[in-house]
């Protein structure tokens, strides 16, 4: 099993900057942790949850949404077994709840329906 825990959420002015985090615990993720790739999804009221940024754990290959492209930047870090959203010049359609997510397996993936392992999720609101 793996457990996720995200933080970093809050309230933000749009043009600033947020930074979340999502710690990966769990016998199989310590043991297996270069066989996952991890995701940040986004959930607005009304919408369906939707991709925002991907990693693979062991080449840190990263793939970005259209809409965050060059404003957000995933990153991980091996020794905390935690993944970081770098999120600057935040935009009131940013607003949502952001997800952190783990599938076992090297390849990256857009799709929610791919991930096997979901947190429970920190509410980020940009205000105009």
């Known amino acids: 099993q793996v457990q996720l825990v995200e933080s970093g959420g809050g309230l933000v002015q749009a043009g600033g900057s947020l930074r979340l985090s999502c710690a990966a615990s769990g016998r199989t993720f310590s043991s297996y942790a270069f066989s996952y790739a991890m995701g940040w999804f986004r959930q607005a009221p009304g919408k369906e949850r939707e991709s925002v940024a991907v990693?693979?754990?062991?080449?840190?290959?990263?793939g970005y949404a259209d809409s965050v492209k060059g404003r957000f930047t995933i990153s991980r870090d091996n020794a905390k077994n935690t993944v970081y959203l770098q999120m600057n010049s935040l935009k009131p359609e940013d607003t949502a709840v952001y997800y952190c997510a783990a599938r076992r397996s090297y390849g990256l993936a857009y799709d929610p329906r791919s991930y096997d392992y979901w947190g429970q999720g920190t509410q980020v609101t940009v205000s105009s």
């Open positions: 990693i693979n754990w062991s080449a840190g290959s990263t």
